[in-house]
């Protein structure tokens, strides 16, 4: 018995070795072809062997030449403007409304916490011309609140903190009402602090979408001036050429970044999930 459980044991950690080769090995590729010519990239695209993969000359070019030629730097300084703005705004806001809906009985409760919930299935190519009409109509578009305001509110969040808070004992709650707290100190005393695996949660998935979004900057946000990453990227070409090499070097830095964010974080994250969508 003792000999079975351990060949179970090998055979999932194959398994699951399997799926991490799987997983990075998109992310492998595109640094190794970070380091590549745009000529070496195709010159070893097929047959597909380990020169594929490895450089056989390496080359930083790649990174330099997207700063300098093309001013990846500006685009990198307003994502991250952008993404430092609207986190906390969003967690700020999906917090107060998973309190209300968590621990306030009013009128409409079912129907407003539904629409919350349905407002995270919809795609934003659905809804994206009659929010560049509002948007525009603000006077918003080419500014950094162009990219901020259309995503303030999170449902996906808000449901996320709903749940979270649906756990807290109402005993301790009622415990403060008691000693004389208000509700707005109860929320940044008492539910707030306990609600730290659920905030880098939330954080964690609003930074990675806004990090990784490329429809609505490229409808709001078309000015180089005001250019995000993903953006950026699908600049990286002129009227004869598309640069590979150029793309991947921009990719890799995309990347890396909410990477090593979720990386020491990661122990919260799998908190937040566990606790915020088990239990209703």
Avoid at 87 to 112: E, H, M, N, Q, Y
Avoid at 227 to 254: C, H, K, P, W
């Amino acid at each position: 018995m003792h000999k079975y459980d351990r060949l179970k044991k090998v055979q999932l950690y194959i398994v699951l070795a399997c799926i991490a080769v799987v997983a990075v090995f998109p992310f492998f590729y595109i640094l190794m072809a970070s380091f590549r010519t745009n000529m070496e990239i195709f010159e070893y695209a097929l047959p597909f062997t380990w020169k594929t993969l490895i450089p056989q000359e390496w080359t930083f070019h790649n990174y330099t030449a997207i700063f300098q030629e093309f001013n990846y730097g500006l685009a990198l300084k307003n994502t991250l403007i952008v993404v430092a703005v609207l986190v906390p705004f969003v967690l700020t806001i999906s917090a107060l409304g998973g309190f209300v809906f968590a621990f306030f009985d009013f009128k409409g409760k079912r129907v407003l916490f539904s629409l919350c919930l349905i407002s995270f299935m919809i795609p934003t190519d659905a809804i994206a011309l009659p929010l560049y009409d509002l948007v525009s109509d603000m006077k918003l578009v080419n500014t950094y609140w162009g990219m901020i305001f259309p995503s303030a509110a999170s449902g996906l969040a808000m449901f996320l903190f709903t749940q979270f808070f649906k756990e807290i004992p109402k005993s301790l709650l009622e415990a403060a009402r008691i000693d004389g707290a208000n509700w707005l100190q109860i929320f940044g005393r008492i539910v707030l602090p306990l609600s730290v695996p659920v905030t880098i949660t939330a954080g964690l998935m609003v930074f990675v979408n806004e990090w990784n979004n490329f429809f609505w900057p490229l409808l709001a946000a078309r000015k180089e001036e005001i250019r995000t990453l993903q953006v950026a990227l699908s600049y990286f070409s002129d009227e004869n050429e598309v640069f590979f090499s150029y793309i991947f070097a921009g990719a890799a830095i995309s990347a890396i970044v909410p990477v090593l964010l979720f990386l020491p974080l990661q122990k919260y994250f799998v908190q937040g999930i566990s606790s915020s969508g088990v239990k209703g």
